[in-house]
């Protein structure tokens, strides 16, 4: 308008809103992202912490393995105490708990698994697991850890619409994903294909901006690294190509096999052991932990814990380890999950796949050992989420190797679908259904045969 024309009062009320609005979008973009910068930073803290609990288990086994025979069955009948006792919603990955809460209409149910205490809960549950020698790892615990944070965030500044709130929880996970392993792209793939299964547009921009804000604050608390350093293995068109069907096929069986059993065993064990479980869960997690002991004592201590060393070994080819520890680490995973302690499945996968995939190299002299391992990785970790996209990128930027992504993405779809033959619905899908009904059993609530969980059921 012309400077000589006066301002009307109208119009300064209009550029008075106008300016209420800009600076309540900036404040509110501001409090998400110091959500994100939270994520990163627990998370940092999240790893510090597992690392001394598994440092600290490490000099236990150095002074004399046959500790672990009362500190494992101890560590897992605490852990399962506290769970039931205070911290229920702490149990299990946590990955089913933030898929979950995705699909509960019950917004006081959201807020008790998604609470802060609950989050913490978790750090220090599944860290005294890994001290104990279960066969868990962090980066399942803190996709819940990461929901809870930015849920949180949405609490205080007075987040009622459910898609929104739906979209802090993914926002989150998918953050604590990227911080957990310094995996950005993994982390907004993961936050897709595992927490949505679609990409909503109105969303994506709330996950795509906390997982770079988490990733950042990880990378500028521990710097620029990579989760099992930088391989340079390449598999050439050709011959090689074997190993992708080897490793796509084993893969897709063993780990089809052992969703298949987690999905079975979640729904309760069979017979007079159920029975027990059930009525004696403590006990019952102690027995779990001896079991654990016993097969660490056979491993000389292998399968305790994430499994990061052994799988970092053998992948950049620093360590020689028998067919055996692919079997061992298999079971004692099982056998942790099945005494419900809090830990996730990301880590001890992947070790099972770098066992399987050194094994698989041995057969396969013409292709490069390395690369057959990390073939052998991605296809089990494929087969057991069920998200060949998220595994194969989680794996290509955790040994910063491009090279290798079409053969990765060969195998890991070849394992799904082997996996998908096996067992018809994803591992995670069916935990969250088995975790809604545990939640919300009413007739009327959010569980089957309603469409969210069926949705969650197919993915």
């Known amino acids: 308008m012309p400077a000589s024309m006066p301002v009307t009062p109208t119009q300064l009320r209009h550029f008075h809103q106008q300016a209420k609005a800009g600076t309540a979008n900036w404040r509110r973009k501001l409090i998400y992202w110091s959500g994100a910068v939270m ?8 790893a510090f912490l597992a690392d001394r609990a598994a440092g600290l288990r490490s000099q236990i086994i150095t002074a004399s393995p046959w500790l672990m025979l009362v500190i494992t069955p101890s560590g897992l009948a605490l852990s399962t105490w506290l769970t039931r006792k205070w911290f229920r919603g702490a149990q299990g990955s946590g990955i089913p708990q933030a898929i979950a809460c995705m699909h509960l209409n ?9 609470a802060l205490k609950i989050a913490f809960a978790k750090i220090f549950l599944t860290s005294l697991g890994l001290l104990s020698g279960a066969s868990i790892g962090r980066e399942g615990p803190t996709v819940q850890v990461g929901a809870s944070i930015m849920h949180t965030v949405g609490r205080f500044m007075g987040v009622h619409d459910p898609v929104k709130q739906r979209a ?6 998918a953050a604590g994903v990227a911080a957990a392993f310094n995996t950005p792209l993994a982390g907004i793939v993961f936050g897709i294909e595992e927490l949505a299964h679609s990409y909503e547009q109105r ?5 795509l901006t906390c997982v770079v804000i988490a990733g950042v604050t990880a990378i500028a608390m521990e710097g620029n690294y990579t989760y099992f350093g930088h391989t340079s293995s390449v598999v050439p068109v050709g011959a090689s190509w074997l190993a992708v069907l080897a490793c796509g096929v084993l893969g897709g069986l063993s780990g089809g096999s052992f969703s298949a059993l ?6 309760g064990l069979p017979g007079t052991l159920g029975t027990f479980a059930g009525k004696r869960p403590v006990l019952f997690s102690t027995l779990c932990g001896l079991v654990l002991a016993v097969i660490g004592l056979l491993s000389g201590g292998m399968t305790y814990g994430t499994g990061y060393v052994q799988a970092r070994d053998i992948i950049m080819g620093s360590g020689d380890y028998p067919a055996s520890f692919f079997v061992l680490k298999f079971l004692a995973t099982i056998v942790s999950f099945c005494s419900g302690i809090p830990g996730g499945l990301f880590a001890p996968s992947l070790s099972v796949g770098a066992g399987m995939g050194g094994w698989v190299a041995q057969y396969l002299p013409h292709t490069t050992p390395g690369a057959v391992v990390l073939l052998g990785t991605v296809a089990y970790f494929a087969a057991v989420t069920q998200a060949p996209l998220t595994a194969t ?5 955790m040994c910063d190797n491009q090279q290798i992504t079409l053969a990765l993405l060969a195998s890991a779809f070849l394992a799904f679908g082997v996996s998908r033959a096996l067992c018809s619905h994803a591992l995670y899908g069916a935990l969250a259904v088995r975790f809604l009904r545990s939640a919300d059993p009413r007739p009327n609530s959010s569980t089957p045969p309603t469409p969210a969980t069926d949705t969650i059921g197919r993915a």
Do not use: P, Q
């Not at 994520?39 to 999240?46: E, K, L, Q, Y």
């Not at 802090?168 to 996970?173: H, N, Q, T």
């Not at 987690?262 to 729904?267: D, E, N, P, V």
């Not at 990128?393 to 930027?397: G, K, Q």
């Open 393 to 397: 990128v989680i794996v290509m930027e």
């Open 39 to 46: 994520v990163g930073v627990v998370a940092v803290a999240f």
């Open 262 to 267: 987690l999905i079975r065993i979640s729904r």
């Open 106 to 114: 019950d917004c006081r149910i959201v807020d008790k698994v998604l």
């Open 168 to 173: 802090l929880i993914k926002a989150g996970g």
């Open 203 to 207: 969303t994506s921009g709330t996950m």
